[in-house]
T-cell receptor, first 115, second 107 residues
């Protein structure tokens, strides 16, 4: 069982470049999330999705876009990377929504550096 | 403003010691999660609580809804318990995370 898989694991970009982070889950989960983790701060929600074809903004959505064209995949895009987006990015998924209190399953993270 | 506060930030213990990590939160919640992040970065869910107490092996988690406080206890700590422990609460459609407690258990 792969669970939640993130690609790539590491990436270095120059300011202004664009890239897409891919998150794939094989658990048939409805909910998927993108977080960033920065030193001295807790995980912060960037965007999330409650199902195929739907996305919503989290706490820190600026500078990012997402798409959920297939239920198993949740893509995070940086259109014009900035040094402030240097971070570790985590994807997570859960079976159902907030009121069912299902746990989240996390990927191993993507370490992104913007020069 | 942090909706979730953890203490201590860093903790070093000798193998075998009893360990307590605390979490306080300021928002109304539907559930509280304890997560473990290993040095390699992977995050796993340890517990999900909405009331009372849960036990899994040497780990015990408690929550007091009235006081908006939760504790994670590790009995007979072992070096493999060394990790960052993160408290997270679910409020509405959002998760709020603490900054984590870095635990090092020395043999």
């Amino acid at each position: 069982n792969a669970g939640v898989t993130q690609t790539p694991k590491f990436r270095v970009l120059k300011t202004g470049q664009s890239m897409t982070l891919l998150c794939a889950q094989d658990m048939n989960h409805e909910y998927m999330y993108w977080y960033r983790q920065d030193p001295g701060m807790g995980l912060r929600l960037i965007h999330y999705s409650v199902g195929e074809g739907t996305t919503a903004k989290g706490e820190v959505p600026d500078g990012y876009n997402v798409s959920r064209l297939k239920k198993q995949n949740f893509l995070l895009g940086l259109e014009s990377a900035a040094p402030s987006q240097t971070s570790v990015y985590f994807c997570a998924s859960s079976r159902t929504g907030p009121y069912s209190n299902q746990p989240q399953h996390f990927g191993d993270g993507t370490r992104l550096s913007i020069l | 403003k942090n909706e979730v506060e953890q203490s201590p930030q860093n903790l070093t213990a000798q193998e075998g010691e009893f360990i307590t990590i605390n979490c306080s939160y300021s928002v109304g919640i539907s559930a509280l999660h304890w997560l473990q992040q290993h040095p390699g970065g992977g995050i796993v869910s340890l517990f999900m609580l909405s009331s009372g107490k849960k036990k899994h092996g040497r780990l015990i988690a408690t929550i007091n809804i009235q006081e908006k406080h939760s504790s994670l206890h590790i009995t007979a700590s072992h070096p493999r318990d060394s990790a960052v422990y993160i408290c997270a609460v679910r409020s509405g459609n959002q998760f709020y995370f603490g900054t984590g407690t870095s635990l090092t258990v020395i043999p």
